[in-house]
């Protein structure tokens, strides 16, 4: 029934990609412009080798599915993983719901793909969302795991005002509306969707400033965007989907970036994955938390019903009525070296804590690479 092969050249600029997407499960991290400027931004530049599993529909025929993979080396360990690189939060297979079952239920087909997989010592994909597709069925591994972490989404009302009410704390909004005042008498502030390439290019260039100084690796990870493959491909990105899948957000004052976010848009939700702000000349004016708050005015008054804050247990997101949901992730080991690390991760913290600075695991703050900046310390949100 299905053709299976390894085409590590895929394009995923293709037609016959966008189709499939578009009707698929997938999430918007496995969307054509984030897959294409990763693979060729970041994968291809890093430590990493291109591993493009693809199911057709017969030789030759129509696409069914992709899986975006990557080969990885830790030391001595070989490591198959999903095209994730610390910027991904949500995996999926690149297929529907009808079409995912039909290839689980083909042994021919799940065989082949796993031959393809092969050799590794440990194959392991995290970020699974609680009702993606069950990859775990196509891989043979029993269940899931917990990551220990939630994603967060808070839904979005039909006016902003109805959202300020159900979803922030009636002091919080009085304590917004003072920062904003404030803020007003500072300057000429003002809050706006990038529609250039040049807003884009001075509001990353500022966020490169904001974070660099956030996370400069004193207290965990630095800052991804300090490296320049990741930073291009943040751009790119940001530039190839302007106008629809990317939206860059900025607040200036007096012309000048003050904060800044990018967003991806799928299928009514904006997912915020990369924000900053200047701490040192804004932190009283919760300048985090005001450009939260119009972005969700923003996403209203475009018809979008959810902001999704994606994976981290970071405060600021229930405080913008985001609710939690659980995290998976799943492990195969395909050698003796797999399994012994393996287990010694899971059972020894001190283990477990080293291999998420080697393999780039993402917890709370090693979200450095793309996370959202913290938009409001606790005294901020409580008062002056």
């Known amino acids: 029934m299905f053709e299976v092969t390894a085409e590590d050249s895929f394009d995923f600029r293709s037609k016959e990609y966008a189709e499939l997407f578009a009707s698929s499960a997938a999430t918007a991290f496995q969307h054509p412009i984030w897959l294409s400027q990763l693979y060729e931004r970041v994968v291809r530049q890093g430590a990493a080798t291109p591993l493009v599993i693809v199911v057709r529909n017969g030789a030759g025929g129509k696409l069914a599915m992709v899986l975006p993979l990557v080969r990885r080396r830790y030391t001595l360990l070989k490591v198959v993983e999903f095209a994730d690189m610390r910027v991904s939060d949500y995996v999926s297979p690149v297929a529907d719901e009808e079409t995912f079952s039909r290839i ?9 793909i796993r031959r393809h997989l092969k050799p590794y010592d440990l194959l392991r994909i995290g970020k699974l969302a609680d009702r993606s597709l069950a990859i775990e069925r196509l ?6 795991e917990s990551m220990g972490m939630s994603a967060y989404s808070s839904k979005l009302e039909p006016t902003f005002a109805a959202w300020r009410e159900h979803q922030l704390d009636q002091s919080y909004r009085k304590e917004l509306d003072k920062k904003s005042r404030q803020l007003g008498r500072i300057g000429e502030a003002r809050f706006a969707c990038a529609d250039n390439v040049a807003a884009i290019r001075t509001t990353f260039d500022a966020l490169k400033v904001y974070r660099g100084k956030r996370f400069d690796g004193s207290n965990g990870p630095a800052d991804l ?3 320049p493959s990741y930073f291009d491909f943040y751009l790119a990105v940001a530039t190839e989907g302007c106008g629809g899948f990317a939206r860059i957000y900025t607040f200036w004052m007096n012309d000048r970036a003050i904060a800044g976010a990018l967003g991806l848009e799928h299928r009514g939700s904006l997912l915020v994955i990369l924000g900053g702000f200047d701490e040192a000349g804004y932190r009283k004016q919760s300048i985090g938390s005001l450009m939260f708050e119009q972005i969700a005015r923003d996403c209203i008054e475009r018809g979008d019903h959810s902001l999704d804050f994606t994976i981290g247990d970071e405060p600021y997101k229930r ?3 985001g609710r939690p949901s659980p995290m998976w992730q799943i492990f195969r080991a395909g050698s003796p070296l797999g399994l ?3 287990l010694t991760v899971e059972k020894l913290p001190a283990a477990k804590a080293l291999a998420r ?5 993402h917890g709370k703050k090693a979200a450095a690479g793309h996370v959202v900046t913290s938009p409001a310390s606790t005294d901020e949100v409580a008062g002056p």
């Open 104 to 112: 689980v239920a083909d042994s021919r087909a799940v065989a082949a």
């Open 139 to 144: 891989l043979g591994i029993d269940k899931r």
């Open 225 to 227: 965007l300090q490296l």
């Open 319 to 321: 405080i913008f009525g």
């Open 340 to 342: 012994a690390a393996h």
């Open 357 to 361: 600075r080697v393999l780039g695991s």
